[in-house]
């Protein structure tokens, strides 16, 4: 009888919740295709009150809409680094003309912390610094040096968790 695989914890860094496109890209393919793979997955989106988010942006502009928006800012934050902290590795979304700063501040946190990360760049446009690299250096070094590595297509994740989940497992 095979070993049954270990379900890990993945945390889903990138900025797809901002937006209502992105929304749906995360919601209906990004989610449930870790979470198809038998894994679960620690969504920051998913985690933030969105009734505090919606309370605060209804407020009129001015400074207690600025100071409420700064201590939910410390709770999203202290939030999604315990959500880090808990997980076996990231799964990052590096989308877009650049990667997104909170996503490749996250990527340095999880690489700080020894998480591997695995990058998911659906995005065919240039946005690396030279031909050598796919996204950012320094974001990119990260990734491969996480252990973790980059892919372009969903369907890829399969594998490449299989890769990194035996890189753990070697540990």
């Given amino acids: 009888m095979a070993a049954r695989k270990r379900k890990l914890k993945i945390y889903l860094a990138g ?22 793979l038998g ?19 209804r407020m009129p502009f001015g400074a207690k809409r600025r100071d409420t928006w700064k201590r939910l ?27 997104d700063s909170g996503t490749a501040a996250e990527i340095g ?4 912390h020894g998480k591997p990360v ?20 320094q974001v990119e070094y990260f990734i491969r040096e996480s252990g973790g590595e980059i892919i372009a297509r969903l369907d890829e994740a399969k594998a490449a968790l299989a890769r990194i989940e035996r890189r753990l497992q070697a540990r």
Avoid: C, Q, W
């Fill in 118 to 137: 695995l990058g998911y760049r659906g995005d065919f446009r240039l946005s690396a610094d030279n031909e050598g690299s796919t996204v950012n250096l």
């Fill in 15 to 36: 900025p797809l919740g901002f937006s209502e496109a992105g929304r749906v890209f995360h919601n209906d393919a990004v989610v449930p295709a870790l979470r198809k």
């Fill in 109 to 112: 946190y999880a690489f700080a």
């Fill in 73 to 99: 800012n410390v709770e999203i934050g202290s939030r999604n680094r315990r959500a880090i902290d808990e997980s076996d590795l990231m799964f990052a979304i590096l989308d877009g003309a650049d990667v």
């Fill in 39 to 57: 894994h679960s997955v620690l969504d920051p989106f998913a985690l933030a009150d969105a009734r505090k988010i919606a309370r605060v942006t």
